[in-house]
């Protein structure tokens, strides 16, 4: 009969175990063992089940206070998951004491299980796989909006109340197998909040999607994160994938991706032994120039390099909008956006001035110019596609037509995208220069953007219930063929499409999508190459326009606030002449 022994949260065959175990013997770092003359910090013990995020749950946590905590100065932060761990409060101790490390308070956090009603007849439910390997924001908000207020809600024994800093700079997060991938996930998803991560024997695998992670961070926009890795070659080589290959593969895309990284491998099993031995060494090295900020690296991406501009950030735009779309741009480079539920329209001018127009935009959505220097807008108030010359004369284009987003040709076609809900099949619209209103296309479930290639020979519609955006040729007489998935999107884990919205394309024929990831940039050939992230607002980012004089900044609409930002391209805009591209990489 079989021996099965549970390991760092995985139950293992134990021939398997012994078989990986090999002699590990590590120096002690003097910082692990308390020494004399050096003060001692307090360590409190609590229990949590009051969380909204994770209902339900119950679990403990301690909290460690140094000695040289004063509460007139918020303290920096290091939350541990998995409890304590690597003898974390000595260590604290003798760093603290030596100005290794700042005055720091940390935070070690049970994962979460739902108890049961009758422990002789069932057993808890174990939350941990839930709340560490998954993606996705859910354990950050935890942590910031549930633990640590709670934290600060506790006094020493001595009556000093705790004060935590807010600064991401000031916080540090970490953990051990998949406490570690719940510590860098922590970070990933909200750099803001934390910026030094500790992992060891991280588990990047194939448990809930944490082996995308190699892919993700070579795609998106460097992050201001720096991180120490651990390892061993003999970590767990079992169904869901090979921890010790895992953790090269994302120590080699963090360097490739601009990222501060230290490794150190040994050759442990799945153990804490090593994590433990270095855990001193990760502390002082994550601390190093403290107070100085951690920032965002530079990629080897060279699609990103193509195309972000140095030191060019996101910049405000205007906010306190309810539902913010239609973003587009005319052939002098102001641009135009629309507070859909308001019903109002705003200019950008040249000079950066934002005013609102005087009209009532009939809950106008997707908006493009046309060649004739015309307006283009769906009116879902009234099922309509409307045009406006440039002092704002209304024009009706098409009756009775409950559009979405719309495209205007260098020819004068004007194609206007129509969801007919998420589950039933919607239609894509041609209306000819003439009026003349023929459907080109049936099918995909909720068609929202809609965009023209820069040569205008190719149709580029996203599917937002799915993570496809498809693609047509536009025949000469306007009308499409060869319809066939195009770009393949990511999808973040806590979701079931990628809800892919407003896209365009810029002269070189990248092709620019707003999703619930972000801004996610494709080659000419569909493939992802590049994803920005985008502010914090009240939802998804939901179009975009490459505005400006040049047609080189790039403008986003994000439910309340509306945002720009410099690259280095330019925008293909369809009331120009086409231009061919230069031949992709294939």
């Not at 719940?182 to 991560?197: H, K, L, N, S």
């Not at 260098?410 to 459907?439: A, W």
């Amino acid at each position: 009969m079989k021996k099965w022994l549970l390991l760092a949260g995985f139950f293992l065959p134990a021939f398997l175990l012994y078989a990986q175990a090999p002699v590990e013997n590590y120096p002690e770092d003097p910082a692990s063992v308390e020494q004399a003359g050096v003060p001692k910090g307090e360590v409190l013990k609590f229990s949590f089940e009051d969380s909204k995020i994770f209902p339900g749950t119950w679990r403990e946590y301690w909290v460690y206070v140094p000695a040289q905590y004063r509460p007139d100065q918020p303290a920096c932060v290091y939350v541990n998951q998995d409890g304590i761990q690597w003898k974390a409060p000595t260590v604290f101790d003798n760093l603290i004491h030596r100005r290794e490390m700042p005055v720091t308070i940390g935070v070690f956090v049970t994962p979460g299980r739902v108890r049961a009603t009758r422990t002789d007849a069932a057993l808890d439910r174990y939350n941990r796989s839930f709340e560490y390997d998954g993606l996705g924001d859910a354990y950050a908000r935890f942590i910031l909006e549930e633990i640590l207020p709670e934290v600060e809600k506790q006094k020493t024994s001595d009556g000093r109340a705790i004060r935590l800093s807010k600064n991401g700079n000031d916080r540090a997060i970490g953990g051990s197998s998949s406490g570690a991938v719940c510590a860098f996930t922590a970070a990933w998803e909200r750099p803001d909040a934390f910026t030094r991560v500790f992992s060891a024997i991280g588990t990047y695998v194939g448990l809930r999607g944490a082996d995308r992670y190699t892919t993700l961070l070579r795609k998106y926009e460097p992050k201001p994160i720096r991180v120490f890795l651990q390892d061993g070659t003999n970590d767990l080589n079992i169904y869901a994938g090979d921890w010790w290959k895992a953790n090269e593969s994302m120590e080699r895309s963090l360097r490739f991706a601009g990222y501060d990284v230290k490794h150190t491998w040994g050759e442990g099993g799945h153990s804490n032994k090593h994590g433990m031995a270095v855990f001193p060494e990760a502390m002082r090295w994550l601390w190093r120039d403290y107070p100085a900020s951690i920032t965002a690296g530079v990629s080897k991406n060279q699609f990103l390099s193509d195309i972000l501009p140095d030191k060019e950030g996101w910049e405000l735009v205007g906010e306190g909008y309810a539902f913010t779309e239609g973003t587009a741009v005319n052939a002098a480079g102001e641009v135009f956006y629309q507070d859909i539920p308001n019903s109002k329209t705003y200019k950008v001018g040249l000079d950066g001035k934002l005013t609102t127009l005087p009209l009532n935009s009939k809950r106008g959505s997707g908006t493009a110019f046309g060649p004739d220097g015309q307006r283009y807008v769906v009116a879902g108030g009234t099922k309509q596609i409307l045009s406006y010359d440039a002092k704002g004369k209304e024009r009706v284009v098409a009756d009775s037509l409950p559009g979405n987003d719309v495209v205007v040709s260098h020819q004068g076609n004007i194609y206007v995208t129509s969801p007919d809900g998420r589950e039933r099949p919607g239609k894509l619209y041609l209306i000819r220069p003439n009026g003349v209103r023929v459907i080109v296309d049936e099918g995909l479930k909720y068609p929202n953007g809609v965009a023209l290639s820069p040569d205008q020979t190719q149709l580029y519609v996203t599917e937002s219930t799915s993570h496809w955006v498809w693609v047509y040729r536009v025949q000469p007489d306007g009308t499409l063929a060869h319809k066939q998935r195009y770009g393949w999107l990511h999808v973040r884990d806590t979701d079931e499409n990628a809800w892919s919205d407003g896209l365009k394309c810029d002269r070189d024929g990248r092709v620019y999508v707003t999703t619930l990831t972000g801004v996610q940039i494709m080659d000419q050939l569909g493939r992802v190459n590049a994803i920005l992230p985008v502010p914090v607002t009240k939802g998804q980012v939901s179009n975009l326009c490459l505005g400006g004089p040049n047609f080189d900044t790039l403008y986003i609409s994000c439910v309340d606030k509306v945002y720009r930002r410099k690259l280095n391209v330019r925008g293909a805009n369809g009331f120009e002449s086409p231009n061919k591209p230069a031949t992709p990489k294939l």
